[in-house]
T-cell receptor, first 112, second 115 residues
Framework: GEDVEQSLFLSVREGDSSVINCTYT??????LYWYKQEPGAGLQLLTY?????DMKQDQRLTVLLNKKDKHLSLRIADTQTGDSAIYFC????????????FGSGTRLSIRP | NAGVTQTPKFRILKIGQSMTLQCTQD?????MYWYRQDPGMGLKLIYY???????DKGEVPNGYNVSRSTTEDFPLRLELAAPSQTSVYFC??????????????FGAGTRLSVL
């Protein structure tokens, strides 16, 4: 079946790195996404990775993909208060490109 | 550039009432989507549309209807509101449904309570 799982909460100290983890079940996933949702707002695409890649880096963001274990992670370096949000992992299936499966979201809170 | 605009932002309905959630986009995207987000859950797809005049069911279509008479607008209709429809509703659009192009742009959401 299709399922994307994430832990619900993560708390980190300002300036530390945050690592948000995600597991997915469908091996036919072609693209995997990270979306960010700030309070009272819709989801905004942060970054994505194609399934034939292991890593993608974009400024403070690093995405790691372990296709064998179906594990995706998002690392945010030097976490700032503005990074407080809910982060959603999502996958798109080769068999149904219209269907994106979202995880339940990880709420990231920043301690001073 | 407004992107995806949803109205209203908040609404309280009584059981059995009906309402339409409005969604419009100004990016000339063919593909539009309606999701609901329940607390602690991911987004569930209600309906989607691949272009004007064409709509299709998602994972959780029961209790909802949609129409797509123009490229810009994709309203979601609740005919007989039930407490189980209390949720936050998001509209999204994308320029493509190919795996490489299905980057969805979201509206700010409509928070609906049915009492």
């Amino acid at each position: 079946g299709e399922d994307v799982e994430q832990s619900l909460f993560l708390s980190v100290r300002e300036g530390d790195s945050s690592v948000i983890n995600c597991t997915y079940t469908d091996s036919s996933s072609t693209y995997l996404y990270w979306y960010k949702q700030e309070p009272g707002a819709g989801l905004q695409l942060l970054t994505y990775i194609f399934s034939n890649m292991d890593m993608k880096q974009d400024q403070r963001l690093t995405v790691l993909l372990n296709k064998k274990d179906k594990h995706l992670s998002l690392r945010i370096a030097d976490t700032q208060t503005g990074d407080s949000a809910i982060y959603f992992c999502a996958e798109i299936l080769y068999s149904s490109a219209s269907k994106i499966i979202f995880g339940s979201g990880t709420r990231l809170s920043i301690r001073p | 550039n407004a992107g995806v605009t949803q109205t209203p932002k908040f609404r309280i309905l009584k059981i059995g009432q009906s309402m339409t959630l409005q969604c419009t986009q100004d990016m000339n995207h063919n593909y539009m989507y309606w999701y609901r987000q329940d607390p602690g859950m991911g987004l569930k797809l209600i309906y989607y549309s691949v272009g004007a005049g064409i709509t299709d069911k998602g994972e959780v279509p029961n209790g909802y209807n949609v129409s797509r008479s123009t490229t810009e607008d994709f309203p979601l209709r609740l005919e007989l509101a039930a407490p189980s429809q209390t949720s936050v509703y998001f509209c999204a659009s994308s320029y493509s449904q190919s795996a490489s192009g299905n980057i969805q742009y979201f509206g700010a959401g409509t928070r609906l309570s049915v009492l």
